[in-house]
Structures are given as C-alpha cells and as structure tokens.
C-alpha cells in the first residue's frame, strides 16, 4: 500500500505557541489530502479537505483561521494549529490517496499536548 | 445528516473465538464502505466494498456489503491476542464537494484475551 508520513509523532507545547504538522506522501502523489481529529476513546472526525494548489475546504464547526492548511505540492500538506490551547490536545491524522475516490492510506498521526 | 453506527461498541472475547462486528449506515451519494484496525496509531486499511453480496478475505477476516439494508459486517475467525484493537468502519460518498470524504463510525473496542 501507499506510505503517508507524518512529522513530528508527537509534540508538547505552551498554550499560545503555534504548531506546525506535516503530511507527506512518500510514494505516490495525493491531489487531495483529508486531515482528521481523534480525541481520546472517540472515533476520527474529518477537520478539513486540502487540495494541492487551492484553498482547503473545511468541516462545518472547524474553525479555518485556527487551523490552516496549506497543499503546497502533490506529495506535502501542512496543518498549523494557531494559538494553540488545551482543548487543542488531540491526535491529528492525515490521509491521502491517488485520487479521493480510492483508498485512503493515513500517516501515523501527531500527538500534539497542549500545557 | 451522515450516519455510520458501529456495534457491538466493545467485545471481550478469548483467543479461537469468532468475533462479528456490524456497521450500519445512512448516507446521501454512498460510494463505498471501509473498514480499518486501529492500534495504538494510526488506522490501517482492511477492506474496501462497494458491491453487495461480494465478499472480500484477508486470511481470518472477511467482510461483505449489503446496499439494500444498508449495513456491512467484518467477521475475525480463529481470533488472536493481535487482534485486539479498535475496528473503524468508514463510508465515502461520491460527488460534489463530499467527494472523497469518509465518515466515520465511532468504532468497536476488541479485545482479545489468551
């Protein structure tokens, strides 16, 4: 299957600091990347939509100015958490594939602690 | 609104058991069902249905589709200790600006104990 490599694996920052998450797709080229959300003993809750070249779509209740997503080239998408706080304390997973209507492979997620 | 319900939520079973879990959904412009294995990352990719009646195997595990009653099943035979792990059903749907996009059920909890 597909490699989606995700960096870092896991970061602790002070509230109000911003965090950078990449995405890659190490063997293939992902026009679309989806960057998800789980919460602790919840399921994965699709943040947003990241096409390479234009601007992400996001999920309702997802706040675009807090999370912003850049889809700079076919094999790179990047998710900063702006201003990041406590309740932004989760594991943040992306997804891509050849295309969305195929298989979807994730990257290893990013544990990101907010103190 | 989009729904994909999992269940049984968890499961404790013990190893040689055959486990069945169930996902059902409601979805407008359904493309396609999956289902993943969580462990302690990321979900891993198990299966991809999109026809009804067509059942897909992966060594101990198999799955099948029925659009008609709009529900999936995963069944594990002879189940591991390494089996235990969070099982994610998922549906995509198809057009518009929903292309591509999954929803996902809340997962069933297996464990597996020897």
């Known amino acids: 299957g597909a490699v989606v490599s995700q960096h870092p694996s896991r970061v602790i920052c002070k509230s109000g600091t911003s965090v950078k998450i990449e995405c890659r797709s190490l063997d293939f080229q992902a026009t679309t990347m989806f960057w998800y959300r789980q919460f602790p003993k919840q399921s994965l809750m699709l943040m947003a939509t990241?096409?390479?070249?234009?601007?992400?779509t996001y999920e309702q209740g997802v706040e675009k100015d807090k999370f912003l997503i850049n889809h700079a080239s076919l094999t790179l998408s990047t998710l900063t958490v702006t201003s990041a706080h406590p309740e932004d304390s989760s594991f943040y997973i992306c997804?891509?594939?050849w295309g969305p209507g195929e298989t979807q492979y994730f990257g290893p997620g990013t544990r990101l602690l907010v103190l | 609104e989009d729904k994909v319900v999992q269940s049984p939520l968890s499961l404790v079973v013990h190893e040689g058991d055959t486990v069945t879990l169930n996902c059902s959904y409601e979805v407008t412009n359904f493309r396609s069902l999956l289902w993943y294995k969580q462990e302690k990352k990321a979900p891993t990719f198990l299966f991809m249905l999109t026809s009804s009646g067509i059942e897909k195997k992966s060594g101990r595990l198999s799955s099948i589709l029925d659009k008609k009653e709009l529900f999936s099943i995963l069944n594990i035979t002879a189940t591991q200790t390494g089996d235990s792990a969070v099982y994610l059903c998922?549906?995509?749907?198809?057009?518009?600006?929903?292309?591509?996009?999954?929803?996902f059920g809340q997962g069933t909890i297996l464990t597996v104990h020897p």
């Open positions: 990241s096409n390479e070249g234009s601007k992400a």
């Open positions: 997804s891509g594939g």
């Open positions: 998922a549906v995509r749907k198809t057009g518009g600006t929903s292309y591509g996009k999954l929803t």
